[in-house]
DNA sequence: CTCAGTGCAAAGGATTTGCATGCCG
DNA sequence: CGGCATGCAAATCCTTTGCACTGAG
């Protein structure tokens, strides 16, 4: 896990990369994404930082995810969700409760994570298929839903 | 794999078991999802067969659904996806190519498919999670994307 | 006859956009 | 100063729903 600090210029930088500037709006989302280790709705990233209008939310998270900043995240929920780009954090997956909605980051063993790749990587070879990257959502019941 | 008959008589027991009924429309709409071996969004599901209004499809996907005959699968897309239930197809995954936005399935090695379920059934241990299912998208160029 | 299913048109709701204003560079 | 970012409000567009009609049992 990078600290708080190490994020910013790694987030200032991606954006100057795609001309963007790093406002403090922006700033104010990656601290709650950051803050959350899970992905988030765009109300509850609105219910934790009051001062977040809605439209320059959608619009700046826009401009976050193709920078590369943000990643979205879609569910079976109404809602999309957001989180911080896995270079930022780590490589995970979620844990999807169907029981209360809420999703959960977990890491997977390092050799489970090992053999997904080399069978990603036959799954190129033999499809045509060039896989920049996986998701492997676990999809169920919570502790706190069981 | 199982024949169209099959399936058919599959569905209805689904749906008797849930008392709905195997109507003329819904009987079409499992047709048309059991032809295209991928999970189809609504406007094309309507552009293969002309005789289903909007609103009909919708509403009996949603009896499908609840009747475990169909998954609505959520992707980056702006639609909504709908594919035959697992139990009425196959096990497999996802390509999700993000140049055009197709989506095709796959299926992984058995060892590998054997690997993943050891590890979540030790997720479940560790976190009290209760995975009742896995997704194992991969996204990425498809062959004629490339 | 009764009641679920159908189809049209209108409503709903998450997301996007137009436009006037403010602020960074 | 010039142009992007902002925020409000209005528009979009996928999806859902109200309602009158049809058809199966």
Redo the contacts with the bound molecule.
């Keep these: 896990m990078t600290s708080g600090q190490e994020v910013h210029t790694a987030v200032g930088a991606r954006?100057r990369q795609v001309?963007?500037?790093?406002?403090?709006?922006?700033r104010r989302l990656v601290d709650v994404l950051a803050g959350a280790g899970r992905p988030l709705?765009?109300?509850e990233i609105l219910s934790d930082d009051a001062?977040?209008?809605?439209?320059?939310?959608?619009?700046?998270?826009?401009?976050l995810e193709q920078a590369g900043v943000v990643r979205r995240v879609?569910v079976h929920?109404?809602?999309?969700?957001y989180e911080l780009d896995e270079d930022l954090t780590e490589h995970h997956h979620h844990l999807v409760c169907v029981g209360c909605g809420r999703i959960a980051d977990y890491t997977v063993p390092r050799p489970l994570e090992r053999a997904l790749e080399k069978a990603i990587a036959r799954v190129t070879a033999a499809t045509g298929f060039d896989a920049h990257s996986h998701r492997l959502d676990l999809v169920g019941l919570c502790a706190s839903c069981r």
Excluded at 19 to 26: D, G, L, M, N, V
Excluded at 51 to 63: E, F, H
């Design positions: 954006l001309e963007q500037r790093y406002t403090a709006s922006r709705t765009i109300p001062r977040l209008p809605q439209s320059s939310a959608y619009r700046n998270l826009a401009v879609q929920d109404e809602f999309a969700r």
